[in-house]
């Protein structure tokens, strides 16, 4: 799957090999896996059905709609969204729409439950 980073700290952290300065060593561990099994992925259906695996990757409800989220070290969280898609009107089959993401944007690194 095709990843894009906009923000800049996060990119520069990811580029740089510099995650276990700026997240601890047992973070950034979990950063990099997390990121070569998206890397890997050749969708986000490869992350079906929902909440399962290690990764236990969601889309958030809310203010946060549209934005995905994977499990870091507790509690925190690797937030990203899909490039290019345009939600469907139809949602009825959800993996098909998981099936279709083939690139995303990284957002953040954060604790989604504060």
């Known amino acids: 799957m095709d990843l894009v980073i906009s923000d800049k700290k996060l990119l520069r952290a990811v580029e740089d090999d510099a995650l276990a300065g700026r997240y601890g060593t047992a973070m950034a561990k979990k950063i990099a896996l ?5 890397r890997a992925a050749e969708s986000l259906g490869d992350f079906w059905p929902p909440k399962s695996g290690p990764e236990r990757c969601h889309e958030l409800l809310g203010a946060r ?20 898609e345009t939600p469907p009107a139809d949602r009825s089959d959800e993996q098909k729409r998981w099936l279709a993401i083939t690139a995303i944007e990284l957002l953040a690194i954060e604790d989604t439950h504060e």
């Open 34 to 38: 997390r990121l070569a099994a998206l």
């Open 65 to 84: 709609a549209g934005t995905f989220s994977v499990d870091l070290k507790q509690p925190y969280r690797l937030l990203f969204r899909p490039v290019g």
